[in-house]
């Protein structure tokens, strides 16, 4: 942690404003987290952002820096050059925090639960200052998705790699274990997904934007199977969003109506895309983690009564 204090003087002057004039590249929302959590105090307690700083106060400013709890990253890298990265995300690690401040100040992803994004910042911190975007983010997995992602780590690289997934490039593979048995061992779901007015919830919508997935059936369960899927699109939620309009939503998928499970079973296994340096047809693969395995074989032996 890093300790700064200062004495107020002046007219009145909201507390998140002055932290955000003292801070070093502090966004508006960063300050007003750092206060929500305790971080910054004024006379050694703890006030809202809105709070007006009088002549005299005294501010400390606590600012949160890696440590061990935000430890762990190279344990994720399968591979990494000059140019990328290429890690395994384990199931219930977000990529990054809700609140955007990290991407202005990507030390503000220290504060609250580590992070893909914090990890990553503890482990490379010079890739906070070589002109990158968002810490070389190029793609995201949702939370509860484990598997495989590309991190750049040069602009170039960023560029080139952020294309090749707006381009449809990129070649993705998942894994994911469905309820019921599709009725077809392969198909293709052709159906636009958005948010439509008055829905919290992106869903298979005919005024969202296009969105295709192929998939075909693996291994039959007694009453569930489990999918390769090839997502063509890069739609928000588009697998499990899919999965549910063909009315087999993901096992372990709370949002779409997935049954209950441990963890939810859908895994980027297989990524084929151009190397952004050498420009030659690479393959990155994430065989499936033992806890998808074992949700899986309970699944495909216990039916749902």
């Not at 107020?8 to 300050?31: A, C, Q, W």
Request: glycine letters at 10%; one cysteine or more; hydrophobic letters at 35%.
């Amino acid at each position: 942690m890093k300790k700064s204090k200062f004495t107020y003087s002046g007219t009145p002057l909201r507390l998140d404003v002055f932290i955000t004039e003292k801070g070093e590249n502090f966004s508006r929302g960063y300050s007003r987290s750092l206060i929500e959590e305790g971080l910054a105090t004024v006379n050694g307690k703890k006030k809202k952002p809105a709070y007006l700083l009088a002549p005299g106060d005294s501010v400390q400013i606590t600012v949160p820096q890696a440590g061990a709890r935000q430890a762990g990253f190279d344990d994720l890298v399968l591979f990494e050059d000059k140019s990328l990265l290429a890690i395994e995300k384990p199931a219930g690690l977000a990529v990054h925090p809700n609140a955007a401040n990290w991407e202005i100040n990507p030390s503000s992803a220290l504060i609250g639960e580590p992070t893909l994004i914090s990890l990553l910042f503890t482990a490379r911190p010079a890739m906070a200052k070589c002109g990158l975007e968002r810490l070389g983010m190029v793609h995201r997995l949702d939370r509860d998705t484990s598997g495989l992602m590309l991190i750049a780590k040069t602009p170039e690289a960023q560029g080139r790699l952020s294309a090749g997934f707006r381009d449809r490039l990129m070649d993705k593979t998942y894994l994911g274990a469905v309820g019921g048995i599709p009725k077809n061992r392969k198909g293709t779901i052709d159906a636009p997904i958005g948010r439509a007015t008055g829905f919290k919830k992106i869903k298979v919508w005919e005024f969202g934007r296009d969105a295709i997935t192929d998939y075909k059936i693996k291994e039959r369960g007694a009453d569930c199977a489990l999918l390769e899927i090839h997502p063509k699109t890069g739609r928000t939620n588009q697998i499990r969003i899919h999965m549910e309009y063909m009315g087999h939503p993901i096992i372990g998928d709370r949002l779409y109506g997935g049954r209950p499970a441990a963890r939810m079973l859908l895994h980027s296994t297989k990524l084929v895309f151009n190397h952004p340096l050498t420009g030659k047809r690479t393959t990155f693969e994430s065989p499936l983690p033992p806890g998808f395995k074992k949700v899986w074989k309970e699944a495909k032996r216990n039916p749902v009564t």
